[in-house]
């Protein structure tokens, strides 16, 4: 980690009452002192100043507060400027500290510092990119534990007992029986499965985790004229798709982003799904229709006035739109709905919430897996599984493969990394983090 001394805006770009500017590096209170005109300054303590330039001209009135190593964000020395948010504003305090010797930041390198200075781990920091990427309050509490800890301290558990596994495994090949627990060969199997099996469970609910992170994503499909897109405006309360009484109007996937019950939701209006077309305009919209089926967590089939009689998915929702020209209701198992009226709207909203929770349940304690950790926890769970297959007293073998798994875990956390994983941990974060 070099020394250099850097900044960053911390807040968000563009016109804003305030901006936070941050700065990094090893014994700032030389500078602290010289901007807010005083010696020895209190830590912690926010100082209201006139900030001023290398020609002593008044650059802005700011409130100045320092934070000394290792009682910080990064665990160096940090200062933060609020200053007033004019683009101009920031630009100039942005050429001042260049002028003293600091330089822009990059992205992560903050946090990169907090990592090399214990202040920490790799799993903390996939927690405060998730937190920062967060738009919905299940997304931000999901994020929040993650980034105070929680994940690292289940990943320190199994990481633990890892290392004591293979340790006893080691020593049963070095000692005799009576100088080791009773049955340990038993309780290292034991605690091998149970391992396999808390792992398993985590990667298990790696897609329900995604979709908290990312969104889950809902796709309206169905026959062309059966009334998607007005059923799209309806759920979202706006017009953004085409509406038309012609057969095929949506040819590409249209997309939009809502909040349901503080879970993030990617609603798509597909293209309409008929067996034969010799448009082929409207066959890459069919493709691109039965490409987003496949992705979506949730598929919401709609028809105009009775359902189809083949199996539903257990991802599905059934929906007979345009009830109001229906007089008799006969279709089991399906939702109706008037996309015109409203009616049946919250019905269907219900249940769509519904099934969020369900696939949801016991998330709020449920591990931030991001892909680099999904492959991690993997090759973890990969290598318990074949110390669990080994028979007999093989003991060395099974040491070996804990231990690999204990690396695995390791490399989540940063306690052993390499410096590919390192760069792709940081780059997801923006400046000034």
């Known amino acids: 980690m070099n020394n250099d001394t850097i900044f960053a805006l911390s807040s968000g770009h563009g016109k804003s009452g ?22 020895g300054p209190t830590p912690r303590h926010a100082y209201f100043v006139n ?9 802005d009135q700011c409130i100045v507060t320092y934070f000394t190593a290792p009682h910080s964000f990064t665990g160096t020395d940090v200062i933060e400027i609020a200053s007033h948010g004019a683009p101009a504003v920031i630009e100039k ?13 990059t992205p992560g390198e903050f946090s990169r510092r907090a990592f090399y200075n214990n202040k920490m781990d790799l799993a903390d920091i996939d927690g405060l990119a998730a937190l920062l990427d967060a738009q919905t309050d299940v997304q931000r509490k999901s994020a929040l534990a993650s980034m105070m800890g929680r994940d690292s301290k289940i990943y320190d558990a199994w990481r633990s007992q890892m290392i004591e596994i293979a340790a006893y495994s ?9 100088d080791l627990p009773e049955n340990i060969g ?52 706006s017009n953004r798709a085409i509406v038309s009484d012609i057969p095929g109007t949506t040819r590409d996937v249209v997309s939009s982003t809502l909040d349901i019950d503080g879970y993030m939701v990617n609603l798509s209006d597909t293209a309409g799904l008929r067996k034969k077309t010799s448009d082929k305009i409207e066959k890459i919209g069919i493709e691109r229709t039965n490409a987003e089926i496949k992705n979506a967590d949730m598929v919401i089939r709609v028809y105009a006035e009775k359902a189809s009689t083949a199996k539903v998915a257990d991802n599905e929702i059934v929906v007979i739109n345009k009830s109001d020209l229906i007089k008799t209701k006969k279709s089991k198992n399906a939702i109706y709905v008037s996309a015109k009226t409203g009616d049946g709207m919250n019905d269907l909203l ?51 493969h804990v231990r690999a798994a204990a690396d695995a875990i390791g490399k989540i956390l940063g306690t052993i990394t390499a410096s590919e994983v390192m760069d792709a941990t940081f780059s997801q974060l923006c400046l000034g983090k």
Do not use: W
Request: charged content about 30%; glycine content about 6%; some cysteine.
């Open 350 to 400: 219900k249940i769509i919430r519904k099934r969020l929770h369900k696939l949801t349940d016991g998330m709020e304690n449920a591990l931030v897996i991001n892909v680099r950790t999904k492959t991690l926890l993997e090759n973890a769970r990969d290598e318990l599984k074949k110390a669990t297959a080994i028979r007999g007293e093989n003991f060395d073998l099974i040491s070996e």
């Open 18 to 39: 305030v901006a936070v500017i941050r700065i990094s590096g090893d014994n700032l209170s030389d500078f602290m002192e010289r901007i807010i005109g005083k010696f």
């Open 170 to 178: 080691a020593a049963i090949l070095d000692y005799d029986a009576d």
């Open 93 to 105: 305090i942005f050429q001042f500290l260049s002028e003293n010797n600091m330089r822009m930041a």
């Open 186 to 237: 038993k309780t290292v199997k034991t605690k091998i499965k149970k391992l396999y099996g808390e792992i398993d469970n985590a990667l298990s609910r790696y897609a329900a985790v995604r979709a908290v992170r990312g969104g889950f994503n809902i796709a309206l499909c169905g026959e062309p004229n059966v009334g998607k897109s007005s059923l799209f405006n309806a759920i979202l309360g």
């Open 51 to 59: 900030l001023r330039d290398n020609a002593d001209e008044i650059i």
